[in-house]
């Protein structure tokens, strides 16, 4: 009795801010203009597959380059001690707590062609410099930078915790550093890996920001920005709009469903 | 007998800073023995045997594993496995995977095929009566199960020394007492040596071919149960090892010692005339008697019931002295104490170290 009531106030929460506007958006996708049931908005989507395959392209590769980049930094850290590990947790989550927006805003100086940080180096030390801005490669590292910290966090709190007793007994029962971390270390934290994957890959994959900003929209628009459009750009459509978030919410269900899947299947997995 | 010593400890020292956990530990351990490592938390037991086991290394002195010094040598490449306090099971494996493990580890000439691994595992988990549980998650086993999971886990490879931290810790009585006789069954039957330690002296005493009780980083006393039991070397051995009355008294010459201004006839001899000693007297051992038979006497200031015995206290001259009877005496009774003269065990007055 006393568990339920004191879930009411979430319940509320839920209501107001979950259901109702998941309905919201579920009704703007099967309704036109006057707000009759149709399909249509889901007729033409195959319009815009390119966009949506470029998004999942690119989510996938910063996703993946984030994990290369995550596992070791999350791995060293929990090798420190416990001081110098707070240090780095701190710095690591240090750039979270400046404004998305401005950060985003300052790749932009570091980028830009004409008189960006980076080229302005190059060319005082006459190098030739690089065109990355407006490019696809610009949006990878825009991601990256984003959202590295969502992979660390996770697969260092779970690196941290492990039980060095087990550690201790894979090397006991004759196991080498190499094969205590492929047999041991690296299947027990999967679970942390898989967090890390999905708290990338979400919000890489609908990401509309990075992609105008870095990328220049355009011919490397991503499915955020096809969304953002539909709402707020010329395009105006707010019911292909809910109707491609509804696609682009399933596809992510299903994602990480799979990788779910994945981590309960672990047992003995990785040999 | 030294050719079958197969772990041999010489003055093994650890420290901490500027903190000493282990002083000069010698020690040797025989093929295919029992050996318990005793003492309370924090007097190095747990210690001496991660160095073994090459978790940890010595600040000084040598280990040796059949006649060869072994303190460089990396843990997975020494003879011996461990049964880690909590188990330390591998939870992303199951219960066929975690036995296995040891096995498939095995590279190049020794690499076993399937049939092999197969076979040894369920040879394993027949040992310990868990076969069929094959497929079982680990967190799905009790924590007796996953203890003979852990158990097994360390002997596939057929160790020569097994080393064992503890294991039963975590078990409740009936369990910890049932594991005792399997463990000491599994030793007799595989042949291979254990050192285990735990703080539960009555563990110690029943499973033990060999007891090593330690306190604050030194050797108190190595001997059987026997010995350890009836003959402790101090008051702190005859205290940690079961309850004891310990008292003050003075050697009056060889057989005879002095306890509350009275001289009582003892078995005792080698001390110094007039030597003051510690006299231990086991609460099993004092018999109750009328007040004018007994040796000492006195008024019972307390009864407990323990189950196969009375708890009793008895105030005499000030000494509160323990005694386990069978017969009840109430709280207020004066009564006498009896002790024969073997029972009365006298020791040097503690503080002094003793040696091997």
Redesign the interface.
Known sequence: MKSKSLSIPFLIWAVIFIIIPMIFIIAFAFTDDNFNFTFDNFNHLNRYLPVFLRSLKLSIISTVICLALGYPVGYIISKMSPKVQNVFVLLTMLPMWMNFLLRTYSWIKILNTESGVLNTILSALNLPTIDIMDTQFAIVLGMIYNFLPFMILPIYSVLTKM?E??I?????????NV?VFF??VL??S?PGIITGLTMVFVPAISTFIISKLLGGGGANMLIGDLIDMQFLGNAYNPHLGSAISLILMVFILISMGVMRKFDSD???GIM | MENNIIIDLKNISMEYGNEKVLDNINLYIRDKEFVTLLGPSGCGKTTTLRIIGGFINQTSGNVYFEGKEISKVPPYKRQLNTVFQKYALFSHLNVFENVAFGLRLKKGKEKLDEKVIKEKVSEMLKLVNLSGYEKRDINSLSGGQQQRVAIVRALVNHPKVLLLDEPLGALDLKLRKDMQTELKKIQQRLGITFIYVTHDQEEALSMSDTIVVMNEGKIQQIGTPQDIYNEPKNAFVADFIGESNILDGIMKKDCLVNIFGQDIECVDVGFEENESVDVVIRPEDIIITSPEEGIFSGTVTSLTFKGVHFEMVIQCDGFEFLAHNTIASQPGEKIGLKVKPFDFHIMKKSKKECEK
């Open positions: 039980d007793k087990v201790e007994a894979a090397k006991d029962l004759g196991a080498n094969q047999k041991v299947p027990l999967v672990e047992a003995g």
